[in-house]
């Protein structure tokens, strides 16, 4: 079964393409700061943080009080992460595969 994302465009295809052409982290690092604002970036970073804590079972308050993000947002985090097409627990398994 493909995936279908909610908006497909041409130019987000190009991006996802990119990024896949993206051989190790220092590289990562070169086109994101281009890409992205170190505020976006740090976002990004931080929801995949929460993402984690959520697997591995850390309860709104305990993520709360270790990373300072609103409970708001860590509840956005836990629904797509629950309801979402799968995208943060598939990442989260590869990562716990190379660490």
């Given at each position: 079964?493909?995936?279908?994302?909610?908006?497909?465009?041409?130019?987000?295809?190009?991006?996802?393409?990119?990024?896949?052409?993206?051989?190790?982290?220092?590289?990562?690092y070169r086109f994101?700061?281009?890409?992205?604002?170190?505020?976006?970036?740090?976002?990004?970073?931080?929801?995949?943080a929460v993402a984690?804590?959520?697997?591995?079972?850390?309860?709104?308050?305990?993520?709360?009080?270790?990373?300072?993000?609103?409970?708001?947002?860590?509840?956005?985090?836990?629904?797509?992460?629950?309801?979402?097409?799968?995208?943060?627990?598939?990442?989260?398994?590869?990562?716990?595969?190379?660490?």
């Open positions: 079964m493909k995936y279908r994302y909610k908006v497909e465009k041409e130019e987000i295809d190009k991006l996802f393409e990119a990024i896949l052409l993206l051989d190790n982290v220092e590289d990562c994101f700061d281009d890409l992205c604002t170190i505020n976006e970036l740090e976002a990004f970073g931080q929801r995949l984690k804590m959520l697997h591995s079972k850390m309860t709104y308050q305990e993520i709360e009080k270790e990373t300072g993000i609103s409970a708001a947002t860590i509840s956005k985090i836990s629904k797509s992460f629950a309801f979402g097409p799968g995208g943060y627990e598939m990442i989260i398994k590869r990562l716990d595969g190379k660490e």
